[in-house]
């Protein structure tokens, strides 16, 4: 079920990128809320599906080139009270660094048992499903 955005902003899409048993996150120079450490993500521009907005936040932010592979799910999140959606995403090129240097401090590639130190809450259920898959298998 749906949860209602509680926000008149644009929702947000975010990226989940995994590559060679890692997640890829994004630190961000000035921190929503209580959150620091992130997946790719920004808002979704008028008229954009979700899926794109994933892929070019992804590719403004780090510099890679993804593919939408499947809607992990959405959620009015508990800390931000924005509307997000999680996309899982493939990589097609490129190498990931710090492109939107105005945004984003740092970026990290987070093993599967390290994801906790970066998200202390945890992870949207359907996203730690999704990695708790694709990051043992």
């Not at 780090?62 to 809607?71: D, I, M, Q, S």
């Not at 999140?77 to 493939?90: D, F």
């Amino acid at each position: 079920m749906t949860q209602q955005n509680t926000d008149e902003r644009p929702g947000i899409a975010a990226a989940i990128v995994v590559h060679e048993g890692r997640v890829l996150m994004v630190r961000r120079r000035v921190t929503e809320g209580q959150l620091s450490w992130q997946f790719p993500a920004g808002e979704v521009e008028p008229g954009e599906e979700r899926e794109d907005a994933a892929v070019r936040e992804t590719r403004e932010e780090t510099g890679l080139t993804v593919a939408a592979v499947k809607l992990l799910g959405e959620r009015v999140h508990p800390k931000t009270g924005r509307l997000i959606t999680y996309t899982a995403c493939q990589i097609l090129g490129g190498t990931a660094h710090v492109a939107d240097t105005e945004e984003l401090a740092e970026l990290a590639w987070v093993a599967h048992g390290d994801t906790l130190e970066y998200v202390p809450d945890g992870l949207f259920e359907p996203v730690q499903e999704y990695l708790d898959a694709a990051l043992t298998s």
